[in-house]
């Protein structure tokens, strides 16, 4: 966790994006607080909104996680869309190819997208420990890679669908098996397995993080890498395996996305989760908890940014309060220095008193 | 042959421009010793600001001036979070970019109901004389403004760069800012100029897409360049001339990749896509190479620290 990192600081940057963002509605004559009561219903309104805006908190958790895990360890992963995509492709690949009973299947799809998620991560952090490519170059440039190579590479051409039909052309890969699908939980929703997956893996995170000693070593690395290499740990090893898991959970978020909602590769994702991720981790600390949490609260509103559509807002509204939020939290020194003011000017009147 | 290579120049001298003056911003950006990864937002705010102006006023120059303020006011931003208060450069270059994608896609939706903005007028086309008679030199000829400013702007950021007194004092500030605040000069105002500097050029290489290469604005815009831009810096090792040479070289491969695609000649997409991205870690690496990044890339200057 940054240092100067206080929960507080994040609640006010979010409290004071959403002002900023629904008082600029104000100025296209629209209702700020009819668009905001509009948002919170498609957030909560009903069982399957509720669904839908824990699919996203799930996802966003995961992303979040790829970037919070490495950051222990001082690295910072901005590969997340990348780690994602590979994570996605590779479920899409083993959905369909593979043919095992259901839960075998599932687990079998699963950990290949974790694997292959995490790999793509390792190659970074393989690139930062042994050849000293700053991670956060490396990470940006391989997002672009696994773009290119998956999306106008494998899913238009060895992966992409192929029907009977030569004149029919189905864009994505194939369908996955039914037996690769997540079951949906509670009916009348799309609330599928992996959400409650997601929300383990970041309290199982949160626990080894903060109880283990190989959490504690990691947190050691973060800190000051030279105290670390003098009191024995290895770290470039703990930054390799802070990475490989990081990516992984972004790998696993490619996977709920394919076997959860879309059924298959589709020919382009183009919710930008991976990316999300890095803002819902620094709003929420850079800490596996703080994460989850910062996610439950933008998987809501951008669930409810659809409801917005009806009153000419464009649904990726949610974003741009996302955005401000994480620029406020960046710029946390101003709001910092702001609050410590006006602190000291009603001291100053109380003294006066 | 020669209709294709003057297609593939002609294109290259199209689609270059924005790529450049991003990616030589971003080398004297980063050169100062700010990371600049608000690129892409920059440039977007430049699209959007140019296409507006551009049709509120009539004229495509006034549409440049906007691109080239909005790209400088993001900037600015930039250079107060990261230079007064000394936050965290990648983040908020990063929080820049989430801001502008989303703010623009919401004032295209509010301003104009849809994904684009109407057709604005573009920048003239300027027929070199003399030169449009000639064989393959002709592709040289009946180009936007922006496309010949292109071909100045990274020699002019070289050599001030390289050959003037500002030039050293800014590159003295990426590499040992401490050094240049002995001789009691201001390293937050040097960086504050490289940063501005490099967010005016990337607005005016967003407002080169929508006044240039295409009359509108469409969301899409920039269709991350900000982010190719930045592999050219890469892969031009931090230098303005480099940047630029990797800018036009990646530019010309794409050129390449969809003149011979519609020749009925398939390259593997993918892979060509992919390809900048690929060549700039290879050369990161230090397979093809090597890249090293200013000493203080990234790092705030703190006077009370040394």
């Known amino acids: ?353 | 042959m020669r209709e294709a290579i003057e297609a593939v120049l002609g294109s290259t001298l199209e689609y270059a421009p924005s790529l450049v003056f991003t990616a030589v911003g971003a080398a004297l950006c980063e050169r100062s010793g700010v990371i600049n990864l608000g690129l892409e937002g920059m440039m977007r705010a430049g699209a959007f600001a140019a296409a507006v102006v551009a049709l509120a006023t009539g004229s495509p120059f006034w549409g440049l001036a906007a691109g080239i303020g909005a790209g400088a006011l993001l900037a600015w931003l930039h250079g107060w979070l990261c230079i007064r208060w000394r936050s965290d450069q990648v983040v908020v270059g990063i929080a820049i970019n989430l801001v502008a994608l989303a703010a623009v896609t919401v004032l295209v939706e509010s301003m104009f109901g849809g994904n684009s903005t109407p057709s604005a007028h573009a920048l003239p086309r300027i027929r070199i004389p003399g030169l449009a008679e000639l064989p393959v030199l002709r592709a040289l000829s009946g180009h936007p403004l922006t496309s010949y400013l292109a071909l100045f702007v990274p020699v002019l950021a070289q050599l001030a760069l390289g050959r003037t007194r500002w030039g050293l004092r800014i590159r003295a500030v990426g590499e040992q800012p401490g050094a240049v605040a002995t001789l009691g000069l201001s390293v937050s105002r040097l960086r504050y100029q490289a940063v501005l500097l490099s967010g005016a050029l990337s607005g005016l290489g967003g407002a080169t897409l929508s006044l240039a290469v295409l009359d509108a604005f469409n969301d899409l815009m920039p269709y991350g360049q900000g982010f190719i831009a930045l592999a050219a810096m890469i892969f031009g090792k931090w230098s303005p001339l480099g940047a630029a040479g990797a800018a036009a070289f990646f530019a010309f491969a794409d050129a390449l990749r969809i003149g011979t695609s519609t020749a009925g000649l398939h390259l593997p997409h993918g892979l060509m896509l992919a390809l900048p991205y690929l060549l700039s870690l290879a050369m990161l690496a230090g397979f093809v190479g090597k890249a090293v990044a200013p000493a203080a890339d990234g790092q705030p200057f703190d006077p009370e620290v040394r």
Request: one cysteine or more.
């Open chain 1, 1 to 353: 966790m940054p240092r100067s990192f206080r929960p507080g600081l994040a609640v006010a940057a979010v409290v004071l994006a959403l002002v900023l963002s629904f008082g600029a509605l104000a100025l296209f004559g629209k209702d700020p607080l009819e668009a905001f009561a509009a948002m919170v219903r498609g957030g909560f309104g009903s069982a399957s909104a509720l669904g839908e805006s824990l699919i996203k908190a799930a996802l966003l958790t995961l992303t979040a996680l790829a970037v919070a895990l490495p950051f222990c360890t001082g690295l910072f992963n901005i590969g997340g869309q990348g780690q994602m995509l590979v994570g996605a492709i590779a479920a899409a690949f083993l959905g369909h190819a593979l043919a095992l009973p259901a839960s075998l299947e599932i687990a079998a799809c699963l950990s290949g997208a974790v694997l292959a998620g995490g790999a793509w991560g390792l190659l970074a952090g393989w690139l930062q420990t042994s050849r000293g490519v700053h991670e956060v170059i490396s990470t940006i440039l391989l997002n672009w890679v696994a773009m290119h190579l998956i999306e106008n590479g494998l899913v238009v051409g060895p992966l992409a669908a192929r029907s009977a039909d030569a004149n029919v052309s189905l864009p994505g890969t194939a369908v996955i098996r039914e037996a690769a699908n997540l079951p949906v939980l509670i009916a009348g929703t799309r609330l599928h397995l992996g959400v409650p997956i997601a929300f383990a893996v970041a309290l199982a995170l949160a626990w080894v993080v903060a109880r283990t000693t190989w959490g504690f070593e990691l947190r050691t690395v973060g800190a000051s890498a030279e105290a670390a290499r003098s009191a024995g740990i290895p770290v470039a090893r703990r930054r390799l395996q802070a990475m490989w898991l990081g990516a992984g959970c972004a790998g696993l978020a490619g996977a709920l996305l394919v076997l959860g909602t879309e059924g298959r590769y589709p020919p382009h994702i183009s919710t930008p989760y991976g990316f999300d991720g890095i803002a819902v981790a620094f709003i929420g600390g850079s800490a596996p908890l703080g994460s989850a949490v910062a996610a439950l609260f933008f998987g809501a509103i951008r669930a409810g940014g659809t409801r917005l559509q009806l009153l000419g807002i464009h649904r990726d509204f949610p974003e741009l309060i996302q955005g401000l939020a994480l620029l406020l939290v960046a710029g946390r020194a101003v709001l910092g220095f702001l609050f410590a003011r006006l602190r000291r000017g009603r001291d100053v009147e109380a003294s006066r008193a």
